[in-house]
């Protein structure tokens, strides 16, 4: 069992930055492909980006060239870097991940096994 705690959500004005982190616990951390999703108020939860084990990435169109994940596996932790942060960006972020396929970068939530509780970001115009 994989348990993902998620931090650093909070209420910012657009074009700002916010750094999100998702804490996860396991011994094999580094063989973990994780990912962030969101879901905005009245629709369904999206991809947002993915990293597997090697730091290779993906990022949905929206997010491109304004967010960045990372991960740090001595901490057994993946962020989420979010700059220039517009109204649409507004959600809930859930954190996810697959133990079992590290060469993974899947976007479909069925991709993954194991989710967090969620930390809400608020970008104000």
């Known amino acids: 069992q994989v348990q993902l705690v998620e931090s650093g959500g909070g209420l910012v004005q657009a074009g700002e930055s916010l750094r999100l982190s998702c804490a996860a616990s396991?011994?094999?951390?580094?063989?973990?492909?994780m990912a962030w999703f969101r879901q905005a108020p009245g629709k369904k939860r999206e991809f947002v980006t993915a990293?597997?084990?090697?730091?290779?990435?993906t990022y949905a169109d929206s997010v491109k060239g304004r967010f960045t994940i990372f991960r740090d596996n001595a901490k057994n932790t993946v962020y989420l870097q979010m700059n220039s942060l517009k109204p649409e960006d507004t959600a809930v972020y859930f954190c996810?991940?697959?133990?079992?396929?590290?060469?993974?970068?899947?976007?479909?939530?069925?991709?993954?096994?194991?989710w967090g509780q969620g930390t809400q970001v608020t970008v104000s115009s």
């Open positions: 396991g011994r094999t951390f580094s063989r973990y492909t």
């Open positions: 990293i597997n084990w090697s730091g290779a990435n």
């Open positions: 996810t991940a697959q133990r079992f396929k590290p060469y993974a970068l899947g976007s479909y939530e069925h991709d993954y096994d194991y």
